[in-house]
């Protein structure tokens, strides 16, 4: 099947020849004839599968199709973290080059005011977190009134991250009638329920088992003490030799301690999380993907913006609490249908979130140790005691420096 078998017309299967692109992937095979027909689309598919592509292609296609006299926004794509809305904005100006298409881009962490400079130029498509277009709504900077679609770009991980509260009051300000796309690598209980209230006879497209990892992905498993992750991940890069590796970690605070470690064994890093400004965030995302360093140490804010077709290795330091962030974090290799490695280091306290991704992807995986960094066999546990055990919810919350639940709930969700 071709780009033109799907009702692309010249001007965008010519950027796309001139891009490389040669055959539509099966999301995209799926997803670009309904869009191009208006249709409500909910779509999941595995990271690295052209997913948007699968909704951008059509959508400009339908705005230089029908264009207006005046540029008014007419397409609203929210995408849960900075990191992502840059990139699938990079995504619309490389797909609409040469087409006289003006694509904005609007998060929070940078200055607002280059961000209305560029609207008010015009706007045909706009790509925001939520809370920086709530702001932009709230201070009527923004006029929504012709929008005609809307997508929501990994819908699960923005309701994950509490972004829910905003998305209700953003929909109160939207036309009734729009087209409205879920797009995901992932979709839980909490996506449907949403999905049921936004969408509209939804066509449910699927183009892989639910929630599977990438068939060119090798997964290893390595059983570690806690105390020695460091060591073992710093003899993994050095004696493979091993460029350009994207580690995770839950917290703010073990990304900025691991990428000292690292440098103190002589493998450049650089560390991105919530905390960094914008500026140090991009810096450290440049440098790694022009290869001035070695390793990224990142939180998962990172782990759905970052688009690097041959990187190879991906590291979980930690097991993420929320089992769908595994299948994105090692979704971040292997992409574009090359082949990848994913490694992720288990201590004995993580097996039980070890479990979580096994029952989520329906697949065993062996622990297998590394000589020389073998787990004490005599390490004893912290007794327990009767308090009751924070849910794995509001342990990732904390690990985001977000709040718990319960205190989210009567304090307002938090903005990006």
Wanted: some cysteine; charged content about 25%.
């Amino acid at each position: 099947m071709s780009f033109s078998s799907l009702g692309l017309q010249a001007e965008l299967l010519n950027i796309l020849d001139a891009s490389g692109y040669e055959t539509p992937t099966p999301i995209q095979q799926a997803a670009i004839p309904s869009v191009l027909v208006s249709d409500d689309v909910m779509a999941g598919a595995q990271t690295g599968t052209g997913k948007t592509a699968a909704f951008a292609l059509p959508l400009i296609q339908r705005i230089i199709t029908s264009k207006k006299a005046n540029r008014e926004i007419r397409v609203l794509v929210l995408t849960p973290t900075r990191e992502l809305a840059q990139q699938v904005h990079q995504s619309f100006e490389r797909y609409s080059e040469n087409l006289q298409l003006n694509t904005v881009v609007a998060y929070g962490g940078a200055s607002i005011n280059p961000q209305l400079s560029a609207l008010n130029k015009g706007c045909d498509i706009l790509v925001a977190t939520p809370g920086r277009l709530l702001e932009l709504v709230i201070k009527e900077l923004i006029d929504l009134s012709n929008l005609e679609t809307l997508v929501l770009d990994e819908a699960d991980r923005t309701l994950d991250m509490g972004f829910i509260t905003d998305i209700n009051r953003i929909l109160k300000r939207l036309p009734d009638s729009i087209q409205t796309l879920f797009f995901s690598a992932t979709f839980n209980d909490d996506v449907f329920a949403l999905s049921k209230t936004m969408l509209n006879q939804p066509k449910l497209i699927e183009v892989s088992q639910r929630n599977a990892t990438a068939a060119k992905i090798e997964q290893r498993f390595y059983e570690v003490d806690n105390s020695r992750k460091a060591a073992l991940t710093a003899f993994l890069i050095g004696a493979n030799n091993w460029h350009q590796v994207l580690i995770f970690t839950r917290t703010k605070q073990t990304v900025d301690d691991l990428a000292k470690e690292l440098k103190k064994d002589g493998i450049s890093a650089a560390a991105v999380h919530g905390d960094k400004s914008q500026g140090a965030r991009d810096r450290g995302l440049e440098d790694f993907k022009a290869g001035n360093v070695r390793v990224l140490v990142a939180t998962d804010v990172a782990a759905r913006g970052l688009d690097i077709e041959q990187l190879q290795y991906v590291i979980n330091y930690e097991l993420p609490y929320n089992a769908e962030d595994y299948i994105h974090r090692i979704g971040r290799t292997g992409r574009a249908g090359n082949t990848g490695l994913a490694i992720s280091l288990v201590s004995h306290k993580e097996k039980y979130l070890l479990a979580d991704v096994e029952k989520l992807t329906s697949e065993h995986f062996l622990l297998q140790w590394q000589e020389g960094f073998e787990p004490n066999p005599d390490a004893v546990e912290p007794a327990k005691n009767n308090k009751r055990k924070p849910s794995k919810k509001n342990l990732r919350a904390q690990a985001l420096g977000q709040k718990s639940s319960k205190i989210a709930r009567s304090s307002g969700s938090r903005r990006r």
